[in-house]
């Protein structure tokens, strides 16, 4: 596999989790100062590495080689290996890569390889390269965010950070945090019954590549069986919770009520929304269960529940959720929203969601919405996380070269599509809007798992295709 799984290896044995990335930046500025390559490595430790041009291929357009030097590091339990110092433990069997016991860095260590490797041949034809690797791609985009391409000359851009041979990746969602507070008061005496709510076996998922799914949200669900309850009679919430992250989409969501609806009523209310709720996401969700238990300890008695429960309730049933809006002319979700985070504590009542759009005027209609929704309800509201998306260009001369080179290679046109998520060449793209880019990649199983294997030949096969396309000449 010529050099491209020995600089992986190498890479492996090399601590490289998110944001601690000082070695692996260190192993990039070495290879370039053995290989004397001109190279340039910012505050941030971002790296760039430039190699000019090979005879004949002067006065071609540039072409930049992009991935991301961190990875997601996790390990199984019981696990001794400390992540944060240790070297994975690499194993082969039946042409796949893996680490036992932790997560493989195949995203996107094999980007970084595959680059080190093209670097290191001078028998290859190929434009002046730019090599760019960032850093802490998987915990924000970091160093995309904050790199500086004004010494950047090249054209086309090769992001080596997709997980599926065969696809040639062509534009991704920008996206948005936003942060919402109502305030709430713990001033409403009980009614009469208390009961915890909880709602189980969604299948959750991430809010960029499964939000098409139509997957239920268990926040959302939720906030529809409250405002049911609080319709038929008094009820206020005395806590309410649900989800992990803001881009994730919530499985589990609880809440603890007080109520005078009767027993016999409360329990028909209960089996009722579960048959409907049932019923909408037939075939989608087959596991969903509502389980509600009734609470009778003495300390609960003297609890006092909020005061906007029903609020809230309206709240959870009038923002939008999940697809917005899909792409015109390619089969993929254009702008969504996630409510990914629900709690109550002693600020008040929290949402955290997760807006995302390949369209940057459709995320900013998107966050219009949102926020005149909330802010009439009267929640406060915060921003953050704001990245660009990748808008799919039909005219791109790299996705041809990409396309006709896959044909030639496979004997098979390949798939060209867009991903519902983040990709770096977003914020690229922002900085030099001239990029004309795509993002390919070999076959990584289970990627951010304990469960990450690399598909060793596709490595080969994706090498010889990036290979192929570098060697194509317009002058």
């Known amino acids: 596999m010529n050099n491209t799984l020995k600089y992986f290896k190498g890479i492996c044995a090399i601590p490289h989790g998110s944001y601690n990335i000082e070695k692996i930046s260190d192993y990039l500025v070495n290879f370039a100062v053995e290989k004397g390559l001109k190279y340039r490595r910012d505050d941030l ?70 680059a080190l490797d093209i670097l290191s041949d001078d028998t290859l034809s190929h434009p002046a390269l730019e090599c760019i690797f960032t850093v802490n791609e998987e915990v924000g985009m970091d160093g995309a965010m904050g790199i500086d391409l004004s010494d950047i000359k090249g054209r086309y851009l090769i992001n080596i950070d997709s997980e599926e041979e065969g696809v040639i990746t062509t534009s991704c969602a920008g996206g948005v945090r936003l942060l919402s507070l109502l305030e709430v008061k713990r001033d409403v005496k009980r009614h009469g019954a208390m009961y915890s709510v909880e709602l189980k076996g969604l299948k959750g998922g991430h809010s960029g590549t499964s939000i098409h799914e139509g997957r239920a949200n268990a926040c959302i669900v939720l906030g529809s069986l409250l405002k049911e309850l609080v319709k038929k009679g008094n009820t206020d919430l005395v806590s309410i919770y649900g989800g992990e992250k803001d881009n994730a989409i919530p499985a589990y969501a ?25 019923d909408k996401y037939k075939g989608i969700e087959d596991e969903i269960k509502i389980v509600v238990t009734p609470v009778t300890e003495d300390s609960a008695c003297d609890t006092l529940c909020i005061d906007k429960t029903e609020v809230i309730a309206e709240i959870l049933t009038e923002i939008p959720d999940g697809v917005i809006k ?22 008040g009542f929290k949402l955290d969601f997760c807006l995302r759009s390949s369209v940057a005027k459709e995320k900013e209609d998107l966050k219009e919405r949102l926020g005149t929704i909330l802010a009439k309800k009267g929640c406060k509201l915060a921003l953050t996380g704001d990245y660009p998306g990748w808008e799919f260009n039909p005219d791109s001369k790299l996705t041809k070269r990409f396309a006709d080179c896959y044909n030639d290679q496979y004997g098979q046109k390949p798939v060209v599509t867009g991903v519902h998520a983040g990709l770096e060449c977003g914020i690229l793209i922002e900085k030099k809007k001239e990029l004309d880019c795509v993002s390919v990649g070999p076959n990584i199983l289970n990627i951010h798992t304990t469960k990450e294997k690399l598909d060793l030949a596709s490595v080969e096969r994706t090498r010889k295709l990036v290979l192929k396309v570098m060697e194509i000449k317009e002058n």
Not at 47 to 54: G, L, N, R
């Open 254 to 278: 609880s809440m603890l009520i007080d109520t005078d609806i009767d027993t016999e009523k409360f329990v028909s209310i209960i089996n009722d929304f579960d048959q409907k709720i049932n």
């Open 45 to 114: 430790k971002n790296v760039i590495i430039w190699k000019d041009a090979s005879a004949g291929y002067e006065n071609e357009p540039g072409i930049i080689l992009q991935g991301h030097m961190d990875m997601v590091a996790v390990k199984d339990e019981g696990v001794s290996l400390d992540l944060e110092k240790d070297s994975l433990l690499l194993k082969e069997e039946d042409g796949y890569l893996f680490a036992e016991g932790t997560s493989l860095g195949g995203d996107d260590g094999i980007a970084v390889a595959m």
């Open 326 to 347: 899909m792409c015109t002319g390619i089969d993929m979700v254009e702008t969504s929203l996630n409510l990914g985070v629900m709690r109550l504590d002693d600020e």
